[in-house]
Structures are given as structure tokens and as C-alpha cells.
């Protein structure tokens, strides 16, 4: 995504990555000059969550649904 010349993302470049036992998250949000890049990639290990392996799907789904405003300053 072009961004105006002057645009500055605030708080800066971000990456969030990490895998548990039920799948895998890699999110990388960085600005280089005026372009914004964003790359995310989720990954499920398995079809059927436990209820055991429950709170690491939720973090996982938590990662992946957040993450999605981002503030400039011009």
C-alpha cells in the first residue's frame, strides 16, 4: 500500500510470531519509506480443538483478529 510521503506509522515496525501446539501465527507490519507492508499467515495443525488445547487456539485466534488498526502521523 502507498502511503503519503510524510506518513509515519506510529509505534513503528511491528512482528508478532510464534507457533504452540495447535498451530503457528506470523505477522509482520513494517513501513519502508511511504510503503506500508503487511504480511500475515496463520496455520492449524489440526481439523478438531480439544478442549485442552483450547486456550492456545484462542491466543492464536486472539493474534490474528487484533492487530488490524494502524496509526499514522502525517
Request: cysteine-free; hydrophobic content about 40%.
Given at each position: 500500500m502507498e502511503l503519503p510521503k510524510n506518513a509515519t506509522l506510529?509505534?513503528?515496525?511491528?512482528?508478532i510470531?510464534?507457533?504452540n501446539q495447535v498451530g503457528s501465527i506470523n505477522i509482520?507490519?513494517?513501513q519502508k519509506k511511504n510503503r506500508?507492508?503487511?504480511t500475515r499467515s496463520?496455520?492449524?495443525?489440526?481439523a478438531v480443538i480439544t478442549k485442552a488445547e483450547?486456550?492456545?487456539f484462542?491466543?492464536?485466534m486472539i493474534d490474528w483478529n487484533g492487530n488490524k488498526e494502524l496509526i499514522f502521523s502525517l
Open positions: 506510529i509505534g513503528g515496525n511491528k512482528e510470531e510464534y507457533t509482520i507490519i513494517k506500508l507492508l503487511i496463520l496455520r492449524l495443525r489440526k483450547y486456550p492456545a484462542r491466543q492464536l
